[in-house]
């Protein structure tokens, strides 16, 4: 908890705040009353709940490098199966097969799908790019990890909706070994 | 110590039309990520095989952008769908400007 940290910092202004503040919950004279403490912490806590965007931090559990590909749409998390072992012994070259769930028309299919790690020194794997031509949206590959991590797979539909799924992944050895 | 551009295309050689066929494609390449010393004081420059597009009766079915996350010797499988008889071309590009091609016939019954 970094709330004795905050606290200490914000001491001093969270008590002009308070001051100024004419509906405060604390009575102007009554410093007897609740203990130097309790009215800091009050005021500490007032001042951390009313001026920061809590909707928005709490909401972002998504990547920045998801919203980046999909230019700060949220994508479902549906229609994409991502294949990829729970476990590997190396990251030098892992398996992996996407399936999407789309039946590849002129009308609704996948245009592409991106592969992301988010701890690989460059987060970004590749991309397949696909049309209706491929009658099937289902494509393998195979990948170089760095370490254990969530790899997460985009894919962006005709319709101009994204669908993505991610997976844990522990590598034991990895992939960013000099000479190796 | 160039190792030669290798491939092997894996595709079945007939198909009906409208058939949905599975193409798999290992690439020889040692993709390499750079960055490392060269002994030199230097380092290495990336390079990598950073795109596969695979053409088939006038237009281009697939393409596979790769970049540092891919393995060394990229796999890759991806489908299509039969329309007519003819070769599916199959072109590498490489860090640096070099290309590669490779065909494939496919028989459509």
Known sequence: MSLPISLRSNAPDALRLSEKEPDSAEPRGGRTGPSRRQLVAGAAAGLALAPLPRPAAAAAPLSEHVLRLTEGVVPERARLRLEIPALVENGNSVDTRITVDSPMTAQDHVRWIHLIAEKNPFPDMARFHLSPRSGRAEVATTLRLAQSQTVTAVAALSGGGFVMAEAAIVVTLSACIDGG | ?109
């Open chain 2, 1 to 109: 110590m160039a190792i030669p551009f290798n491939a092997r295309i894996s595709m079945p050689a007939e198909a009906k039309a409208g058939e949905i066929i599975e193409i798999k494609v290992l690439a020889r390449h040692p993709m390499d990520r750079g960055g490392q010393s060269d002994g030199k004081g230097g380092t290495v420059p990336r390079k990598i095989l950073n795109r596969l597009t695979a053409t088939y009766a006038g237009e281009e079915i697939f393409r596979f952008d790769m970049h540092t996350g891919v393995s060394a010797n990229p796999f890759v499988s991806f489908t299509t769908k039969a329309v007519a008889s003819g070769e599916i071309v199959f072109e590498w590009r490489e860090d640096g400007g070099a290309s590669f091609t490779r065909t494939a016939r496919l028989t459509v019954t």
